[in-house]
């Protein structure tokens, strides 16, 4: 199987089980009562079905992958997961945070709702996250779900995405026009983006009971994967088309957003992107011919177009 056939594949498992695990209308779901009221569970469809690369769901269920685990074995922690990246796309673009028209192809759920539905879809799925680690079809031995449950809280928290949206918004508003450095940027986005995509590789080695030093090794990816994929992602706001892309782009300059094409021009920023791709495959060398997929996905986020 090719790398975008396996991604591919892992987003259509994604797809259906978020499917059953968000609730339907009408029908008897596996893990909610029926009680959602219609429109809520609409907003909560819209946001979670539908699109999305599922490029988190992806790195749980490789990272899981590299300690024996089957996809079965991985889709429910990896759902979970979705299911906070999701909140936070609900919520960046909102009015008050990025005030987005276009996510996915598809109207933001602010637009296609309203604003307070959107708010509270996001909520729904934060909470959900967590309701579905708690649940025994994600581990059997409650330590591992606990550990997961403490892991995604800290990566979507204050001290996680959550805080690097908060420095993001701060600096491109409150600044007073102060210029970010690099390291500061780079601090902002590990927290913004890197966070949760650091948290994607460790409930691999969480999941599959690896030792600390595979841990570190895996971090150590993750980190670096999240840096690449938003140098990545600021270069696509830069140069990509939106059509391809799913989103509205040219938004950062035009917002005045710290990036670090903004600071430092496409071509550093290319260059910084390259070892950022070097840092995670470096990592995975402890993997050995094992790393193979994490290091396609490396591969993957330097070249994406969408
Ligand atoms: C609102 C708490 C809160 C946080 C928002 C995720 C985020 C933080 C902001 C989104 C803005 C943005 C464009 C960030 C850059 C990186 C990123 C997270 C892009 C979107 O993720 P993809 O490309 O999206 O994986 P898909 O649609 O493929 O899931």
Known sequence: ?????????????????????????????????????????????????????????????????LFGLSER????????????????????????MDNDQT???????WKAFDEWTAILAGDALLTLAFEILSSPSVHEQPDVR???????????????MVGGQALDLDAERLNGGRVLSAAEILHLQSLKTGALIRFACEAGVILGRGSAEERAALRTYGLALGRAFQIADDLLDAEGDAATVGKAVSKDAAAGKATLVSLMGLEEARAELKRAEQAALDALAP???????????????VRRDR
Do not use: W
């Open 146 to 160: 606990v550990e997961l449950i403490a892991g995604l809280a800290k990566a979507a928290g204050s001290a996680g």
């Open 103 to 109: 996510r996915r192809g598809q109207p933001t759920v």
């Open 1 to 65: 199987m090719t790398f975008a056939q396996r991604l591919d594949r892992i987003a259509g498992l994604t797809e259906a089980r978020l499917g059953l695990l968000v609730g339907r209308k009408s029908e008897q779901s596996e893990c909610r009562d029926n009680e959602v009221p219609p429109r809520l569970l609409g907003a909560i469809r819209h946001a979670t079905l539908g699109g999305g690369k599922r490029f988190r769901p992806f790195l749980v269920v490789e990272s899981a992958a």
């Open 73 to 96: 074995d991985a889709l429910d922690t990896a759902a979970a997961l979705e299911c906070v990246h999701c909140y936070s796309l609900v919520h960046d673009d909102l009015p008050a």
């Open 287 to 301: 993997f050995g011919a094992r790393g193979a997929v994490l290091a396609d996905a490396a591969r993957f986020v």
